[in-house]
């Protein structure tokens, strides 16, 4: 078994500090945040960031603004859906991005949820929850823009609550177990979660305090940043690596400007060399170019452009590294993925197809359903493809599922003798 490649979701999982779903929807409408440079921040850890661009200084008296127009986006959605649930935040984002289409002519579809959205927020004036644009932008609307602002707000929430790097990691030793199995040459951590957990794991957060080099798809350090180059990600010989296909609290978006000063500027993604510097706005590289952040969060690939989005920009190229990965792997341990991202659950499925060897080992608690089958409730679409294995062109003994345990409970030596 040379290669191993770890799928873990955004469910439940490890048992961190990390804060749940329901947590951070709670956090984007509480959590005491400030606006400054275009980015939003915790407000207690807001520090003097430094003068830069034409929008510099903080203020926080746009938050409430905000928060107003996502409530009313939240009852818009409850009031337009057939099942009753808690609105998440990567839904109220998913919404904010359909406002904004919808107003820029991009999304017929979603044209009648603004129009409705538009006529709530008019009935509402004694409490205003739209942001009214500045006279230096050009042919945008105040909803355009209070939308677009959202989005950051939700992003800037959810980086801050995410952005720990100091809670205590929990049940990752699997990982650990199989980068020392001398049976396997490469370990492949792909995950769905924006938190910097595996990375910290692996950079020696584990109880051996044990350090594993790795390879994460940006460039090596050049002066204060790592750099995304796209198409050339994951090109080195590191046999430890890791995929985030929705990805990462550290990804920020940012403005590179060479020497002399050029008329149009670059826009790249990078992360800080010093992950303990992310305060640092101004980055210089390795050439005395410039990188200016102007972006920063996770991205949240929700409703029905989610497919669009894993075929661009660095969500593509990491999509494209998961399904490159999975080609090469002998073995897929999937744990705490939820199997609603019909995408991604494709993706697994069409491994099975690919070559009768290749096999999944699903680290779950069975479903009420009854040995080797899990709840329609929970893991529907699992559910449907573990009753159907005939039409799905997959033998039954490619599924190991006979452990019924996540992977904090497990251990690799137990895995290794299923498969």
């Known amino acids: 078994m040379s290669h191993v490649l770890f799928f873990l979701g955004s469910g439940v999982s490890f048992p961190s500090d990390m804060p749940s779903v329901s947590c951070l929807t709670e956090c984007v409408f509480e959590k005491p945040m400030v606006h400054s440079h275009g980015i939003y921040f915790e407000a207690e850890t807001e520090e003097s960031p430094q003068e830069r661009g ?73 409490s205003p929850a739209l942001l009214e644009v500045p006279d230096s932008y050009d042919e945008v609307s105040n909803l355009e823009y209070t939308a ?81 180059v796209p198409g050339q990600i994951f090109r080195s010989d590191e046999p430890n690596r890791v995929i985030k296909p929705h990805g990462s609290v550290d990804w920020y978006l940012a403005e590179k400007e060479m020497p002399p000063p050029q008329e149009d500027k670059e826009i790249v993604y990078v992360k800080h060399s010093d992950p303990s ?14 990188y200016t952040i102007i972006g920063a969060g996770p991205f949240f690939l929700t409703g029905e452009a989610k497919g669009l ?23 897929v341990i999937v744990s705490g993925f939820g199997w609603k991202d019909k995408v991604m659950s494709k993706y697994l499925i069409n491994y099975l197809r690919w070559n009768r060897d290749n096999k999944i080992v699903l680290l779950y608690p069975n479903g009420p359903l009854g040995s080797n089958l899990y709840s329609w409730e929970d893991f529907g679409y699992l559910s449907a493809f573990l009753w ?17 345990k996540y992977m904090e409970d497990t251990h690799w030596k137990e895995v290794k003798k299923e498969i």
């Open 54 to 126: 034409k929008e510099g200084g903080s203020s926080s008296d746009e938050v409430p603004i905000l928060r107003r127009f996502l409530d009313h986006v939240r009852r818009k959605i409850a009031n337009t859906s057939d099942e009753e649930q808690a609105i998440t935040y990567e839904e109220l984002y998913h919404a904010c991005q359909r406002v904004r289409q919808a107003e820029r002519g991009e999304d017929p579809v979603s044209r009648v949820f603004t129009q409705q959205l538009s006529e709530s927020l008019s009935l509402n004036e004694s």
């Open 309 to 331: 989005q894993y075929g661009d920009n660095i969500i593509g190229d990491m999509t494209n590294a998961l399904t490159t990965s999975l080609a090469d792997s002998d073995c």
């Open 277 to 290: 510097d992310k305060r640092n706005y101004e980055l210089r590289g390795g050439n005395n170019e410039t």
């Open 388 to 404: 159907n294995f005939h039409k799905e062109r997959v033998k039954p003994y490619q599924i190991v599922d006979s452990i019924n």
């Open 148 to 228: 677009d602002h959202a989005k950051s707000l939700i992003q800037g929430v959810v980086n801050s609550e995410l952005d720990d790097e100091d809670c205590e990691i929990k049940g990752m030793h699997m990982i650990h177990e199989v980068i020392r199995d001398s049976d396997v040459e490469r370990v492949t951590v792909a995950t769905l979660n924006h938190d910097r957990l595996i990375e910290r794991f692996l950079e020696g957060g584990n109880s051996e305090g044990k350090a594993h080099l790795y390879e994460d798809g940006f460039s090596e350090v050049r002066g204060e940043v790592r750099i995304h």
